[in-house]
């Protein structure tokens, strides 16, 4: 014997005694543990667990790869991210208002954030990124450049750990070749230092309360404002996400979960290309075709322009995309 308990739409609980055999029970139970698992798959759905909008600084110049990297969110991250906020240059204004019309129910609202400029390009970028709190109210902010587009469904745990912190990528530093140079600047602005990088891939996310943190951090340590900062400075500054990385290690860890990639590197999702090179024919024609059917994304070669796709579903759509690729269609485009 065993009790069923349920409730009315009272909420007065009910319950009812049934009598059965082991057998049928045993039958009973096959639906219920299947039940079960679909409930447990249920509860990893593609539905961010926080708010979370997404931070882009770009400018005019930028505005077809910006095309794409939008449209990338909308194809395969719609149910992430509540809003999109775009910072851009008061002068880059008339260039990017047609991309935060009106949009149709069901799509992610964008808003457009004009900036006034004080220093050069990229530390202004870098500056700007470091407020980002003040122009949403997001949980969570997340970070998308023009030239970066998604290339396969995202799923909150690209974002999130188990236990719904943020993930903090890191390697360390003798791993990232280069890179190496940002870390004399980001242990000076904040007077921290530790063995690792925390820039070593895309899709970077932070808790809002990290860019409070940071200023907060570079008066205490300086004595000035971020923006007094950025100008006494007069050089390439600490890189935006070494430093927030840099923080949240450092002094609020318990805010985030961290992620060694030199132990096991993480899943791409992100396309990246270089805005500086030009958005060619070949790489507009892989866009629309990703974008258009779905196909799970790219892999590219370090040396190579040749492009692969990675096919696990639509097959024949994935093999078309691929098929574009391989050919150089520079000429055709043109034509």
């Known amino acids: 014997f065993f009790r069923i308990s349920f409730s009315s739409r009272a909420g007065r609980p009910h319950s009812a005694k049934m009598a059965l055999s082991l057998p049928f029970f045993m039958l009973l139970s096959v639906p219920l543990m299947c039940f079960a698992v679909r409930t447990e798959r249920h509860t ?38 509540r809003a999109i906020h775009i910072l851009v240059p008061r002068a880059s204004l008339p260039h990017l208002e047609f991309l935060v019309q009106p949009r149709s129910n069901g799509l992610i609202p964008r808003y457009l954030h004009p900036v006034d400029e004080f220093t050069r390009g990229y530390n202004q970028q ?4 470091l407020h980002s709190d003040e122009f949403t109210d997001a949980e969570f902010i997340y970070h998308l450049d023009s030239d970066l587009v998604f290339n396969r469904a995202m799923h909150w ?38 063995p690792f990088a925390f820039m070593p891939r895309h899709g970077l996310i932070y808790p809002r309360v990290a860019y409070s943190l940071l200023r907060e951090r570079v008066r205490k340590v300086h004595g000035v404002s971020l923006r007094e900062y950025f ?14 990385g840099l923080l949240m290690w450092s002094s609020r860890r318990e805010l985030v979960t961290l992620e ?47 492009t692969a796709l990675l096919v696990r579903s639509g097959e ?5 995309c691929e098929g574009l690729l391989k050919r150089d269609l520079q000429n055709e485009f043109d034509r």
Not at 51 to 80: N, P, Q
Not at 270 to 292: F, H, M, P, T, V
């Open 44 to 81: 990893h759905s593609t539905a961010s667990p926080h708010v979370v909008d997404i931070v882009l600084r770009t400018y005019g110049g930028d505005v077809d790869f910006l095309g794409f990297a939008l449209r990338g969110v909308e194809r395969f991250a719609g149910t992430l991210f």
């Open 126 to 129: 870098m500056y700007d990124k």
């Open 157 to 194: 745990s690209d974002l999130f750990s188990d236990d719904l912190k943020p993930w903090l990528p890191f390697r360390r530093w003798e791993n990232m070749g280069d890179a190496i140079k940002w870390k004399p600047r980001t242990d000076h602005m904040l007077n921290f230092t530790s």
């Open 231 to 244: 100008l006494s400075r007069g050089e390439l500054i600490a890189s935006e996400f070494e430093a927030l």
């Open 260 to 306: 060694d990639l030199d132990k096991a590197p993480s899943p791409s999702y992100i396309d990246q290309a270089w805005s500086w090179g030009g958005l060619k024919g070949q790489r507009i024609l892989y866009y629309e075709c990703l974008l258009s059917t779905g196909s799970p994304g790219p892999i590219f070669g370090a040396k190579s322009n040749r």
């Open 316 to 320: 024949a759509q994935a093999r078309r």
